[in-house]
């Protein structure tokens, strides 16, 4: 007997005991997902059209709407099992046409509701706990910097343009600002938007610089 057959057979004999509780039907369900989905189909839907006992049908109803929970493969299989002729018995049909309607409208809301926190925990993550700004004049030039610590350990550095870069006197200022920077930063940007047109030989300063950390 194959390990499959043997984990099987133990679905077969927890679903026969009496009325589950719903830590049981719970761990149950973690046990079909971990079977082939079609043969543990086949064999609780036989059970149902074959041994229909109160209280095996309460279990099996129960443990599908947990399926439905947290599987849409097994939505799919439900749907084709209840319009398939001889597949489910028909008096259960409907129960589980009500257990398709309202089980899986609360897989959206688990899924909407996860989505939702992992957009809140990704603001908190993106949201600086520290930041500081370094403001100076170095050889007439007005130079800023903001460096941002993160939850996450990202270090962020920012520097805004001021200047074109157009000459010594202002690359000597923002090498004097880019040196100071003592924590290595994750991440570097530069703000063009103070500047209306950028100088070759600054870009390539900057390009030199940053190649040099």
Known sequence: MSTNDTSLGKIVESVQKPELSLNEIEMLATEVLGQRSKEAASLLFDMLVHQPAENLTTNLLALFGELSVRSPEWVRILNKSIAKKGR????????????????????????????????DLERVIDEPIIEQRDRRVVAGVKIERKTQWFRSGKIRATIPMSTELSDIRHMEALSSLLGDITSKPDELRFDFSGVEHIYVIGLVALKAWCNNI
Do not use: F, H, N
């Open 88 to 119: 489910c018995p028909k008096p259960l049909v409907p129960r589980i046409k009500q257990i398709l309607t309202t089980e899986p409208g609360k897989l959206a809301e688990r899924v909407g509701s996860i989505r939702d926190l992992l957009a």
